[in-house]
Nanobody, 123 residues
Framework: QVQLVESGGGLVQAGGSLRLSCAAS????????MGWFRQAPGKEREFVAL????????YYADSVKGRFTISRDNAINTVYLRMNSLNPDDTAVYYC????????????????WGQGTQVTVSS
């Protein structure tokens, strides 16, 4: 069992940066692929980024590639999402999630989810 708690969201102006954190409980965190997803009002939840259990593989949605960076620290059971050059289209609730599968971008494949953290980007 893995429990996830996100933090770091907030209100930021366009062009600004935020770093989201996701703290995990459970001894098996290091064996999970971790992903970040987001959901804007009236839209479906969409994939943002994922990182393999060993951190040697990362994948990004085209919309965030070059602006967002996912990382993890297995020693403290935490995954991060550094977001730079934010724009209003990035406004959404951001969720971290965990799966035992490799490199899957489908939210249906993730077993554990945090409660989400709101990111709002003003123009």
């Amino acid at each position: 069992q893995v429990q996830l708690v996100e933090s770091g969201g907030g209100l930021v102006q366009a062009g600004g940066s935020l770093r989201l954190s996701c703290a995990a409980s459970g001894r098996t965190f290091s064996s999970y692929t971790m992903g970040w997803f987001r959901q804007a009002p009236g839209k479906e939840r969409e994939f943002v980024a994922l990182i393999s259990w060993s951190a040697d593989s990362t994948y990004y949605a085209d919309s965030v590639k070059g602006r967002f960076t996912i990382s993890r620290d297995n020693a403290i059971n935490t995954v991060y999402l550094r977001m730079n050059s934010l724009n209003p289209d990035d406004t959404a609730v951001y969720y971290c999630a965990g799966t035992r599968l490799l490199a899957t971008m489908s939210p249906d494949d993730y077993d554990y989810w945090g409660q989400g953290t709101q990111v709002t980007v003003s123009s």
